[in-house]
């Protein structure tokens, strides 16, 4: 009963919802520093990129014909990772030299 209730629980369920809200956050993230002027258009392409792989590569567990989009996705999604990490850092020490927000008025 644990056994089967660990596969179904952890393989299926957990992953899939990681995976799932991992590449959400990587498109996310990359549209709100895109639309904001801090990165070029071309980060939300690549993070769309990494997001589509990525959610095709988290049904590897259900579809077995997908393992090798699986297996390109375990090189890419490191890269990307480190990639757009390199790009918050970067847009937060940014942020950080320009000093503190102006006060926004009420409406």
């Known amino acids: 009963m ?5 596969s179904y629980l952890g ?3 957990g992953e899939f919802l990681g995976e799932l809200f991992l590449n959400l956050f990587f498109v996310v993230s990359a549209a709100v520093l895109t639309r ?5 258009r071309g980060l939300l392409l690549a993070s769309l990129a990494a997001g589509l792989l990525g959610g095709v590569a988290m049904l590897r567990n259900v579809l077995p ?5 699986a297996a390109l996705n375990n090189a890419v ?3 990307w990772m480190l990639v757009l990490g390199g790009v918050l850092v ?4 940014a942020a950080s030299t320009r000093g503190p927000l102006a006060p926004t ?3």
Do not use: E, K, T, Y
Not at 2 to 6: E, I, L, P, T, V
Not at 65 to 69: C, K, P, R, T
Not at 90 to 93: D, E, L, M, Q, T
């Open 2 to 6: 644990f056994a089967a209730s660990n």
């Open 65 to 69: 014909m997908v393992q090798a989009v």
């Open 36 to 40: 904001s002027g801090a990165a070029p």
């Open 11 to 13: 393989s299926f369920i």
């Open 77 to 79: 999604l490191p890269a």
């Open 105 to 107: 008025p009420c409406a």
């Open 90 to 93: 970067r847009h937060r020490a």
